[in-house]
């Protein structure tokens, strides 16, 4: 089936020439009527560039044991393959969203794409783990400009209900990327080994530049002020220090060693960028935003998915590949998880429901209960019996992952659009990292403590190793506590983001 085609056609379908007529802005973006085609290719090349992050974050875990035992490396080197792309991707939209409302949304988007696709194919050609986890941090940097420029012009579209379906469309697309991300992932490694995961990743940023990069709007916000680099500089340096900590805790402990500075050099951050920003006549995050309860609402809503779907994205396969399965079945089996949240928001963007705060509370709520029966089925036994609780888990996440783009811009005004989307594509991968962080340490806790075992043969597991034959009980109790945990955060995330959605 042609997904694209499927979103592109259904789109244009749900757009009426009586919006074109109403909202003549064609500084902000062309008339649809008019501009069919233009507007399909913008459409498309946005939704392939969303498409290619999610896939990238999944593919470097599935490409993570191969690069290990290419390199001969079990150690931290090798977690840095997904956590320095996920630390800088996490730390930057926000400054990039705040870019693209001055010096042009188009610009940074095309800027981000560009830079993905050379930096993808540099990665194919790294000689060495290091250089490698040098270049993730950097493709982290273009994609958070592709991130916050992509959606940053579909936030110019003039009226509520399109704009609110454009938004369901890169729910979908980014269900589309975690769907069969490992899938594509999986195949690519084993035609070019790993270096052929970099590879397909560049393939589609170029087929985004080919489809329609060329055809996105210009557009900039005509009072956003001075671009605050004290501001941006402050708030990058205390999301890496924190995302640092989170992935150092594991080999030393919350408070020992680099820990301990890096957890200082948070909270000083922190105070001097709170302090910079109610000073600053034109400040990068807007604290006023933070005032809304809905708005603080919709950020908790992908620190909810975090915990109940992202960190699975790479908990799941990895330790499918490491109770000895192969790559390919991994992600195969994998699709169980992500595939629903690829058709999920595909069918909210056609229904557009009313209540959507029970929606949401609702749909974390089953994703909860198949964490439950997620940590009753390990691992190394049947591959069926894991089916219907990833199946659970991947409904239940779908139903906030396909609302909740579209809520991060309806609740702010449209003149800060770029900030809003920046500051909601902030928190949505800085959790990202920092959860991801957060439960593999936890994971490797609980091995450690089960297993009486030491704390590297626990995080060479965490990453994907081999399991010892005598460590499989402790393996399987780990997760079985490790999923209640997530269960039960997911369900009281649910329980506080129903209070702050609701009706007042």
Not at 26 to 37: D, F, N, Q, S
């Amino acid at each position: 089936m042609d997904y694209y085609g499927y979103f592109l056609g259904s789109y244009s379908a749900w757009v009426s020439p009586r919006t074109c007529k109403e909202f003549p802005m064609t500084h902000v973006l062309p008339p649809l009527a008019r501009h069919a085609a233009t507007h399909r290719r913008m459409v498309l090349s946005i939704c392939l560039a969303a498409a290619v992050m999610p896939m990238t974050f999944t593919g470097g875990a599935i490409a993570t044991p191969e690069l290990g035992r290419s390199f001969q490396n079990t150690g931290p080197a090798l977690s840095w393959v997904v956590n320095a792309f996920m630390m800088v991707f996490g730390a930057l939209p926000l400054i990039a969203g705040a870019l693209a409302d001055r010096i042009g949304r188009r610009r940074v988007f095309r800027f981000g794409v560009t830079g993905f696709a050379l930096t993808g194919v540099a990665l194919a050609l790294a000689p060495s783990l290091l250089v490698i986890d040098l270049l993730r941090g950097l493709q982290g940097v273009f994609a958070a400009a592709t991130l916050a420029g992509g959606t940053a012009v579909l936030a110019q579209i003039p009226d509520e209900g399109p704009r609110r379906r454009a938004f369901s469309m890169i729910g979908a697309t980014f269900g589309l990327g975690l769907a069969f991300g490992p899938l594509v992932a999986g195949w690519a490694l084993s035609l070019g080994g790993w270096r052929g995961v970099f590879l397909a990743a560049s393939a589609l940023a170029v087929a985004s530049l080919i489809s329609g990069a060329g055809a996105v709007p210009e557009s900039r916000a005509p009072q956003a002020g001075r671009f605050d680099a004290p501001g941006a500089a402050l708030f990058a340096g205390l999301l890496c220090s924190l995302t640092a900590w989170a992935i150092l805790v594991p080999q030393s402990g919350l408070i020992a060693g680099p820990q301990g500075l890096l957890i200082a050099a948070f909270v000083l951050l922190l105070i001097a960028f709170i302090a910079w920003e109610r000073r600053c006549p034109a400040p990068m995050f807007d604290l006023t935003l933070l005032r809304d309860p809905a708005f603080l609402g919709v950020q908790a809503l992908p620190v909810a998915t975090c915990f109940g779907f992202v960190s699975l994205l790479v908990i799941v396969p990895v330790q499918l590949i490491g109770a000895g399965h192969s790559e390919v079945m991994a992600a195969a089996i994998s699709l169980a998880l992500s595939a629903p949240v690829f058709l999920v928001p595909m069918l909210l963007a056609r229904f557009s429901p009313p209540r959507r705060d029970r929606l949401i509370a609702g749909g974390l709520s089953l994703a909860a209960l198949g964490l439950f029966a997620l940590g009753l089925t390990p691992f190394d036994g049947s591959l069926a019996a894991l089916i219907p609780a990833l199946l659970l888990i991947g409904l239940g996440s779908g139903l906030p992952w396909g609302l909740m783009d579209g809520l991060a811009i309806e609740v702010a005004p449209r003149d800060k659009a770029g900030v809003a989307t920046g500051m909601f594509s902030t928190v949505r991968v800085a959790s990202e990292g920092i959860v991801l962080a957060l439960v593999s340490a936890i994971y490797a806790g609980l091995i450690t403590w089960l297993g009486g075992t030491d704390s590297a043969t626990a995080s060479g597991i965490v990453a994907g190793g081999a399991v010892p034959r005598a460590l499989h009980p402790a393996v399987t109790e780990a997760c079985r506590a490790l999923f209640w945990g997530l269960a039960a955060l997911t369900l009281l995330m649910a329980l506080l983001i129903r209070r702050r959605l609701g009706p007042r």
